[in-house]
């Protein structure tokens, strides 16, 4: 039984976005971060907000890990202070190990390739994969829209009340570490990085289990 974080996985968009407010937010989270021992795992790259996260962390005494595809690590700048670099074949790989590292997931401002991230961990989270905290850092009201259509979507019957519950919310960064700490409650099976790959080569392995009908 897990109680405490070791580490968190930081979801973010590769680009600052209009608002000067959202890289000064992901860079007191990621001061946060390093200052609580905490490891960061990111997707990657020193652009953005998450170059910011993880600058800081890093800056913080976090060890940061980046785990990116091949094709992005060829043309990303990584941040100074990222302690390693995993590089994968491809972009579904990179999120299985991403939350393979992670005891908890905050969600940053971001574009399309945030919301894939952050949708995916609340679907195998629905799908009891996992019981991870996941919590979305409502910067500025970035992510109101977001909660907003979660609502919709419960009210039109087609998200239970228990997947938007899941989903803790924070408006500052000095909230968030603190949030998940309380949070974090869960079991789960870890697989060493050796045992995922030597799993992951087998012909017909499937690294999930599938839930019960």
């Not at 020193?46 to 940061?64: F, N, Y």
């Not at 992510?143 to 924070?170: I, M, T, Y």
């Not at 087998?202 to 599938?210: E, H, I, K, W």
Request: hydrophobic fraction near 45%.
């Amino acid at each position: 039984m897990q109680t405490r974080i070791r580490t968190i996985c930081v979801f973010g968009g590769a680009r600052t976005g209009n608002d000067p407010r959202l890289a000064e937010a992901a860079t007191a989270l990621g001061d946060a971060i390093g200052s609580a021992g905490i490891r960061l795992v990111y997707g990657g790259g020193g652009e953005g907000l998450m170059g910011a996260v993880a600058a800081a962390a890093a800056t913080a005494g976090s060890e940061v890990i980046a785990i990116a595809p091949r094709f992005l690590v060829e043309r990303m700048r990584m941040p100074r202070g990222v302690v390693q670099t995993i590089t994968v074949p491809d972009m579904h790989m990179r999120k299985r190990l991403m939350f393979d590292y992670a005891d908890a997931f905050v969600a940053l401002p971001g574009g399309i390739g945030t919301i894939e991230e952050l949708a995916e961990v609340m679907t195998w989270r629905k799908l009891e994969r996992h019981s991870k905290p996941i919590l979305v850092a409502n910067f500025c009201d970035f992510w109101s829209p977001w909660l907003e259509l979660l609502d919709h979507l419960e009210d039109a019957g087609f998200l239970c009340g228990q997947v938007s519950a899941a989903c803790l919310v924070a408006d500052a960064p000095a909230a968030i570490v603190p949030m998940l700490q309380r949070g974090v409650c869960f079991s789960q099976d870890r697989l060493s990085l050796a045992e995922y790959f030597r799993s992951a080569s087998r012909p017909g392995t499937q690294l999930f289990s599938a839930p019960p009908l």
